[in-house]
Structures are given as C-alpha cells and as structure tokens.
C-alpha cells in the first residue's frame, strides 16, 4: 500500500485541520453516548514501525474525549513477570470495561512482529520446548483471532490501525529527532537496528494483517508519511465504529419512569438541608 496514498479523498492539507476538528467533535458527542449507554466498549490498537506517528495520532484523534472515560495502554518489552505469562495476559489486563475507549499503543500483535523478527525474544519466554515448532506464527494468528472473536461477542468493537510510514519518510523523522533538540528525547539507537531489518517486518506486518483481519476487528493500513492524512484517516474510521453503535436500545443503569417519577415527588416535597450554604451566600462571602 502506497504510503502517500490518499484513496482518492478529496481531502487538501490546507482543510486537514477543519475536517480533523469537526471529526474529533464528533468523537468526543458519541463517546459520551457510549458512556452512558455503558453496554458497548472500544478497543483501539495501534502498531507501526517506529517514528511512524502513532503518539500523534493517538493525541490528535482522542483529543476531545473525556479524560475518565478513556485508557492508553503503551506496551514496551515484557517484563521478567510479564514474560512468565502466556502473551495474552499483560494486555487482557488493560482491556477497556463498558463504556470505555480502550487504546493500545503496540499490543499482542507485537508477539508475531518484533518477536517474530528477533527470535532471540522468543527464546527468552521459556516456553516448553516441544511448543515452539515452525507453526507458532499460525497457532498465535489463530489464537488472536479467538481472542478478538471473543471480545466482540462480549459486546467490544475493536479497530485495528496499522501506521504505514515509508522507510524514507522515518529516516526523515529520525534526521529531525536527531537535528532538533526538543526532539532529541524520542531517538533511541536501537530503533536503527529495527530499521536495518526493514524488509523482514513487512513481511510479518503483511502476513499478521492478512491472517488476523475480521469483520469485527479489521486492519486498517494508515497512509502514514502525511501525519494530517493519517489522523483523518484513523478520526474517521473511529466515528463509523463508535456510530455504528445503536444507543437507542436501553441504558443498562438508566433510571426507570417509576424512579423517575418517585425522584420528582421526593425532590418538590424536600427542604434544602440547613447546613449547606445557600447559592447566593456563598458567593457574596468568598472574596479570593
Ligand atoms: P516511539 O515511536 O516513540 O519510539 P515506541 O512505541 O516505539 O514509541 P519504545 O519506548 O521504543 O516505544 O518501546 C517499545 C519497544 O518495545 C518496541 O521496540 C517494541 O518492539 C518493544 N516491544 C513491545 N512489545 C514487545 C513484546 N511483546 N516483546 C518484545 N518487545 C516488545
Ligand atoms: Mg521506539
């Protein structure tokens, strides 16, 4: 997929900020139905190589989402627990509830691209020896696949964004990490070793996508060189999921009539407590 790409959107760089701000108010209205619909949940996962803008896209797109009703998860190198677990684990713990929005910046799926790439990691995970054959590719595609298929049927929509960055524009975004020094932070010299072995990660990224995509759970591959296409791109795709969800059916804690009713009857018939300070009094005393 061409990392340039437009599709044939209609979309100019000059309009790019406009569009992302009315996408992103419209994430932040149906984010709150979600909430309070609280039946459905969001998982958002995000991979790509490095310096492929996965940070920004993440800030830009959720930036009108109400702080408490949504999680990032950033997963790094497993932990010496963490590696003492199945691979599922460390992210099954991060799952959004109902209600919520979920991000995951890298994921599962890291256990069939860098571990994939690097077989050393594998090594490192102490599996049982007779388990570790030429099919644990398959076998995680497949469990993956469950896994997802799992989630949907538990009432979460999961999307799946795959940050497709050439390997041109990355050494671009290194040389500016490298030149600019507030960007100084974000080189690592490792990621120079992830991009000698270009070739062999999209061969994994290709082979994951192909295997692991599903109606409930789709890959969508980001043109990624343009940063304001790609938050179009990802805004976009995260309103037809969230829109996709039919709030109309029953609040699962909406209070009943009857309740509501009893509420008004107990509300016009109750005095303020005495102790709570009045409107008004409150405000002529506070000076500061
Ligand atoms: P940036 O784009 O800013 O560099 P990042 O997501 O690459 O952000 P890093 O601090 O570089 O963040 O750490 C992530 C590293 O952890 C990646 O190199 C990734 O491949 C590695 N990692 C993530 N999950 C696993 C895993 N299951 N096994 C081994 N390595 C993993
Ligand atoms: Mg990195």
């Known amino acids: 997929m061409d990392p340039r790409g437009t599709a044939h959107l209609p979309l100019k760089?000059?309009?790019?900020?406009?569009?992302?701000?009315?996408?992103?108010?419209?994430?932040?209205?149906?984010?709150?139905?979600?909430?309070?619909?609280?039946?459905?949940?969001?998982?958002?996962?995000?991979?790509?190589?490095?310096?492929?803008?996965?940070d920004s896209a993440i800030k830009h797109v959720l930036s009108g989402v109400n702080p408490q009703g949504c999680e990032v998860s950033s997963f790094k190198a497993p932990s010496a627990d963490e590696l003492d677990h199945d691979f599922l684990w460390r992210t099954t713990a991060r799952l959004p509830g109902r209600g919520r929005i979920g991000v995951f910046n890298r994921s599962y799926y890291e256990e069939t691209l860098v571990v994939r790439v690097h077989p050393e990691l594998l090594e490192r995970q102490?599996?049982?020896?007779?388990?570790?054959?030429?099919?644990?590719?398959?076998?995680?595609?497949?469990?993956?696949?469950?896994?997802?298929?799992?989630?949907?049927?538990?009432?979460?929509?999961?999307?799946?964004?795959?940050?497709?960055?050439?390997?041109?524009?990355?050494?671009e975004r290194f040389l500016a990490r490298l030149d600019e020094p507030d960007k100084r932070w974000k080189f690592n010299p490792d990621d120079l070793k992830d991009r000698a072995r270009w070739d062999d990660y999209m061969a994994a990224y290709e082979d994951m996508i192909r295997h692991t995509s599903a109606p409930h759970a789709p890959?969508?591959?980001?043109?990624?060189?343009?940063?304001?296409?790609?938050?179009?791109?990802?805004?976009?795709?995260?309103?037809?999921?969230?829109?996709?969800?039919?709030?109309?059916?029953?609040?699962?804690?909406?209070?009943?009539?009857?309740?509501?009713?009893?509420?008004?009857?107990?509300?016009?018939?109750?005095?303020?407590?005495?102790?709570?300070?009045?409107?008004?009094?409150?405000?002529?005393?506070?000076?500061?």
């Open 219 to 288: 890959w969508i591959v980001v043109p990624a060189d343009r940063k304001w296409f790609a938050h179009h791109v990802v805004a976009s795709a995260v309103v037809e999921a969230l829109a996709s969800i039919d709030f109309k059916r029953p609040r699962a804690t909406a209070p009943s009539r009857r309740e509501i009713a009893a509420a008004r009857r107990a509300l016009a018939t109750s005095s303020s407590p005495e102790s709570t300070p009045s409107r008004s009094s409150r405000g002529s005393s506070s000076s500061s």
């Open 126 to 171: 102490g599996l049982p020896e007779g388990l570790v054959t030429p099919q644990i590719w398959k076998e995680r595609f497949e469990d993956i696949v469950a896994f997802e298929r799992h989630l949907a049927r538990s009432g979460f929509l999961i999307r799946k964004f795959f940050l497709n960055v050439s390997a041109d524009e990355q050494r």
């Open 13 to 54: 760089k000059e309009d790019a900020a406009a569009a992302l701000a009315r996408t992103v108010g419209q994430i932040a209205d149906l984010q709150e139905q979600l909430y309070a619909h609280r039946r459905w949940g969001v998982l958002l996962i995000f991979q790509a190589m490095d310096a492929a803008g996965k």
